[in-house]
């Protein structure tokens, strides 16, 4: 069993970055790919990005193209989502997630391992 911790979430003004840092407890990403997706209350969880093994693949949701940037760092055992001119409706709670196989997919239900979520509040 996996169990992934996230971090960096906060509250920010518009135009403003944090980043989102997510690491797995007690064990190694082994040859996992990853991803983050954020959900409101009442609404379906949505893909935010997604990085292969490697990281040699990476895939972005349409409305966060050129402002985040998901990156790996399979030494540190680490995956940031660096967020970049945040908007409003970046406000949201984003969760980390985990894939037994190597390449990624920005399917949810494709993933077999989710951290708790950290919020991110993007203020007007």
């Known amino acids: 069993q996996v169990q992934l911790v996230e971090s960096g979430g906060g509250l920010v003004q518009a135009g403003g970055s944090l980043r989102l840092s997510c690491a797995p407890s007690g064990r190694t990403f082994s040859r996992y790919a990853m991803g983050w997706f954020r959900q409101d209350p009442g609404k379906e969880r949505e893909f935010v990005a997604a990085i292969s093994w490697s990281g040699a693949t990476t895939y972005y949701a349409d409305s966060v193209k050129g402002r985040f940037t998901i990156s790996r760092d399979n030494a540190k055992n680490t995956v940031y989502l660096q967020m970049n001119n945040l908007k409003p409706e970046d406000t949201s709670v984003y969760y980390c997630?985990?894939?037994?196989?190597?390449?990624?997919?920005?399917?949810?239900?494709?993933?077999?391992?989710w951290g708790q979520g950290t919020q991110v509040t993007v203020s007007s």
């Open positions: 997630a985990a894939r037994e196989l190597s390449y990624a997919s920005p399917r949810y239900y494709e993933y077999n391992y």
